[in-house]
């Protein structure tokens, strides 16, 4: 039973891996962000996908979110730790400071897939808890250990981007209880429900949006790619201190969310397309 690691601004592998292979899947997706690497951290089964592709070459709306979850989950994937870069909506979390965020709203603009399903099949999976309740605090602790300062808990706004927002969008999502606000975390969270898999999210804050008036800087992707630089190190310190405490056996909801999700009778053929989704098996 592997665990995935995504990789966001910053984090574009991952250190330490040993007997690497590099893994290239196609999927009725097509094409992940780039090459699987699987190796082995701290005794288990590591994979790691660079979200943005090697050399940073795909924006928020164009990460093929389908794909990367489905290649994840074919080679073994049940748990995945989603990494990224946050901007920063209270006075009290800031610059440097580690989020594990339990809740997310969807401010993107429905260009992005967030759904395998449709085309002959439907079904609406529980989301109320968008993070999987088993791994955050295991990984809030991970990231405490690591020396991170760590909020266990959080609303992540996500957005379309790939702009930063207007001071007017920053202080609306302030006004609506948002707590950290990124681009990436959907329809990722959304699809890793749907196969069934544990997503959680070390969402690390950079900037503090667009909101703060006394402050005579605005965020900026230099300031942002700035401050990522000086924490990844931390990310992947709590990565490989989260893979070393994950049990080798558990169970969680998360693993079961198509249970009662599915409407379609069993009468009606289902599509190619889905029925990796109603399976157990997988290709490893």
């Given at each position: 039973?592997?665990?995935?690691?995504?990789?966001?601004?910053?984090?574009?592998?991952?250190?330490?891996?040993?007997?690497?292979?590099?893994?290239?899947?196609?999927?009725?997706?097509?094409?992940?962000?780039?090459?699987?690497?699987?190796?082995?951290?701290?005794?288990?089964?590591?994979?790691?996908?660079?979200?943005?592709?090697?050399?940073?070459?795909?924006?928020?709306?164009?990460?093929?979110?389908?794909?990367?979850?489905?290649?994840?989950?074919?080679?073994?994937?049940?748990?995945?730790?989603?990494?990224?870069?946050?901007?920063?909506?209270?006075?009290?979390?800031?610059?440097?400071?580690?989020?594990?965020?339990?809740?997310?709203?969807?401010?993107?603009?429905?260009?992005?897939?967030?759904?395998?399903?449709?085309?002959?099949?439907?079904?609406?999976?529980?989301?109320?808890?968008?993070?999987?309740?088993?791994?955050?605090?295991?990984?809030?602790?991970?990231?405490?250990?690591a020396g991170a300062r760590t909020h266990d808990t959080g609303t992540y706004c996500c957005v379309e981007g790939p702009q930063f927002s207007t001071r007017a969008e920053s202080d609306l999502?302030?006004?609506?209880?948002?707590?950290?606000?990124?681009?990436?975390?959907?329809?990722?969270?959304?699809?890793?429900?749907?196969?069934?898999?544990?997503?959680?999210?070390?969402?690390?804050?950079?900037?503090?949006?667009?909101?703060?008036?006394?402050?005579?800087?605005?965020?900026?992707?230099?300031?942002?790619?700035?401050?990522?630089?000086?924490?990844?190190?931390?990310?992947?310190?709590?990565?490989?201190?989260?893979?070393?405490?994950?049990?080798?056996?558990?169970?969680?909801?998360?693993?079961?969310?198509?249970?009662?999700?599915?409407?379609?009778?069993?009468?009606?053929?289902?599509?190619?397309?889905?029925?990796?989704?109603?399976?157990?098996?997988?290709?490893?």
């Amino acid at each position: 039973m592997s665990i995935g690691v995504i990789g966001g601004s910053g984090l574009y592998d991952l250190p330490g891996l040993t007997a690497v292979e590099e893994v290239r899947l196609g999927s009725p997706y097509g094409e992940p962000s780039g090459p699987l690497m699987a190796g082995t951290l701290a005794g288990r089964r590591v994979v790691f996908l660079s979200r943005h592709g090697r050399g940073h070459t795909l924006s928020p709306a164009e990460v093929p979110a389908r794909a990367n979850i489905h290649a994840l989950k074919s080679v073994g994937v049940r748990q995945i730790v989603s990494v990224s870069a946050v901007g920063s909506l209270r006075e009290e979390l800031a610059p440097g400071d580690v989020v594990v965020p339990d809740q997310i709203v969807d401010r993107t603009r429905g260009t992005r897939a967030s759904t395998f399903f449709g085309g002959g099949v439907v079904a609406h999976v529980s989301f109320a808890d968008p993070f999987c309740a088993r791994l955050r605090p295991l990984l809030a602790e991970a990231a405490r250990s690591a020396g991170a300062r760590t909020h266990d808990t959080g609303t992540y706004c996500c957005v379309e981007g790939p702009q930063f927002s207007t001071r007017a969008e920053s202080d609306l999502y302030r006004s609506w209880g948002m707590d950290v606000i990124g681009m990436t975390a959907l329809p990722e969270a959304k699809l890793a429900r749907e196969a069934e898999l544990c997503y959680v999210g070390l969402a690390l804050v950079t900037d503090y949006d667009c909101w703060r008036r006394d402050d005579p800087g605005t965020v900026s992707a230099h300031a942002v790619a700035d401050v990522m630089r000086r924490n990844v190190d931390l990310a992947r310190e709590a990565v490989v201190r989260l893979v070393e405490r994950l049990p080798d056996d558990f169970t969680c909801p998360c693993q079961e969310a198509l249970g009662d999700a599915v409407m379609t009778g069993p009468e009606v053929a289902v599509p190619g397309h889905a029925r990796w989704l109603l399976r157990k098996e997988t290709r490893v």
